[in-house]
């Protein structure tokens, strides 16, 4: 069973252009998930999506940046017209179904490092 | 909102020694899950070990133990046994019954040879 896969593993853009990060979760997963980490920082929870569904996307820009995950294919973060303050690690991390009162842990990608020129 | 907080940025050990990492958390809920996170070098994070809140038996993954105090809202990674590949930033989270994460700011953990 693969883990969850991620890329570009790097990807650079000039300012004003688009970034576009592809998260495929592992098999048999519904639950993904993105966070940003800042150089020298810890995690910072970004959007929860379901198949189709955001869930959660309370800690998301509400400019610029966009996540989808639909039926088919991997769950995709857009980033619009980005900006060097963007430069960052993105990480996906995944979950299978929540089953109440089970355990439920994320299995994070790899992540892409966004470098903005 | 809960919070979790490392107070620890920066931790060291002897090769072979013990050390043990803190994490406290915030939350009014009962029922949760507690986790630690490793992320070396090469960025990528891997799971440590994971404890459910409801379960009063501390989890033990190899020579990775926690120390779970719920009424102290007490978290600590106790790492024996300590090897050069020990060497990381270890993150703690928290898992809320709403399937959100919660991620402290991390302890850098040096392994000294």
């Known amino acids: 069973n693969a883990g969850v896969m991620q890329n570009p593993r790097h990807l650079v853009r000039r300012r004003g252009q688009e970034a576009r990060l592809r998260c495929s979760p592992m098999?048999?997963?519904?639950?993904v998930y993105w966070y940003r980490q800042l150089p020298e920082e810890g995690l910072k929870f970004m959007v929860y999506l379901q198949k189709e569904n955001i869930i959660d996307e309370s800690g998301m820009p509400k400019e610029r940046f966009s996540a989808e995950f639909p039926k088919e294919g991997p769950s995709i973060l857009r980033i619009q017209q980005v900006v060097r303050g963007d430069s960052a690690a993105y990480f996906c991390?995944?979950?299978?179904?929540?089953?109440?009162?089970?355990?439920?842990?994320?299995?994070f990608g790899p992540g892409t490092r966004l470098t903005v020129l | 909102a809960q919070t979790v907080t490392q107070s620890q940025p920066e931790m060291s050990v002897q090769e072979a020694e013990t050390v043990t990492l803190s994490c406290t958390y915030d939350?009014?809920?009962?029922?949760?899950?507690l986790f630690w996170y490793k992320q070396p070098p090469s960025r990528q994070m891997i799971l440590v070990i994971r404890q459910e809140a409801y379960k009063q038996q501390n989890a033990t993954e190899n020579r990775f133990s926690v120390n779970f105090q719920k009424a102290a809202k007490s978290f600590s990674l106790k790492i024996s046994d300590s090897q050069l590949g020990d060497a990381a930033m270890y993150f703690c989270?928290?898992?809320?019954?709403?399937?959100?994460?919660?991620f402290g700011t991390g302890t850098s953990l040096t392994v000294i040879p």
């Open positions: 098999k048999g997963h519904s639950h």
């Open positions: 989270a928290y898992r809320s019954a709403g399937n959100q994460f919660y």
């Open positions: 991390a995944s979950s299978p179904t929540v089953f109440t009162g089970g355990t439920d842990t994320q299995y």
């Open positions: 939350t009014s809920e009962s029922d949760y899950y």
